[in-house]
């Protein structure tokens, strides 16, 4: 059974720049869900993806977006990048039962720095 | 009113004793609970998930769920220092998408 992984690790951009961090899902899994997490505090929701559409979306602007492909891996795209962005990028992947929570379980991380 | 509230800690046990980790959570709907560790520098792991109110046991781990409390517990008996980490306490809101919330966390340190 494969877990979770993300791409790249580490990632440096400036303010104002683009990126697009990656997530492979756990196989068997169809759903990805997004989470940023700032040092200190806990993983904060971006949004989740299943069969290919958004899933629900937490408190973030519109500046962050994201995609799931047929093979269930993702992509989540912020644009206009600010230094408060600065935070590691957490992919959840989950497989999607109805009327029960689905365990998550997640990839590495992607850690960004904003300069 | 935060969603989910822990102790950030730091919690320090001695090795071999009973550490006892606590959430509460604002949501009454909710109906799963997890509970995560983190290991500095690394992504969170599921240790956990409960979603009946009771005891759940594995290994040396117990979760509590008391649901007209809104009260989730992690309890790790005979910890050892590989224990120390961050534990998140994790609700799902099925409302929005099936998320989880997390609270910030509670720093565990087990000494040897």
């Known amino acids: 059974e494969t877990g979770v992984t993300q791409s790249p690790t580490h990632l440096i951009k400036t303010r104002g720049q683009q990126v697009t961090l990656r997530c492979s899902s756990q196989s068997g899994h169809n759903t990805v869900s997004w989470y940023q997490q700032a040092l200190g505090q806990g993983p904060q929701f971006i949004f989740q993806y299943y069969r290919e559409e958004e899933n629900g979306r937490g408190n973030f602007p519109p500046r962050f977006s994201g995609l799931q492909f047929p093979n269930y891996s993702s992509e989540l795209n912020v644009n206009a990048l600010e230094l408060d962005d600065s935070a590691l990028y957490l992919c959840?992947?989950?497989?999607?039962?109805?009327?029960?929570?689905?365990?998550?379980?997640f990839g590495p991380g992607t850690r960004l720095t904003v300069l | 009113q935060k969603e989910v509230e822990q102790n950030s800690g730091p919690l320090s046990v001695p090795e071999g004793a009973i550490a006892s980790l606590n959430c509460t959570y604002s949501d009454r709907g909710s109906q799963s609970f997890f509970w995560y560790r983190q290991y500095s520098g690394k992504s969170p792991e599921l240790i956990m998930s409960i979603y009946s109110n009771g005891d759940k046991e594995d290994g040396r781990f117990t979760a509590q769920l008391n649901k007209a409390s809104q009260y989730v517990s992690l309890l790790i008996r005979d910890s050892q220092p590989s224990d120390s980490a961050t534990y998140l306490c994790?609700?799902?809101?099925?409302?929005?998408?099936?998320?989880?919330?997390f609270g910030a966390g509670t720093i565990l340190r087990v000494k040897s």
């Open positions: 959840a992947s989950s497989f999607r039962r109805r009327g029960s929570g689905d365990e998550q379980f």
């Open positions: 994790a609700v799902n809101i099925m409302e929005y998408g099936n998320k989880l919330v």
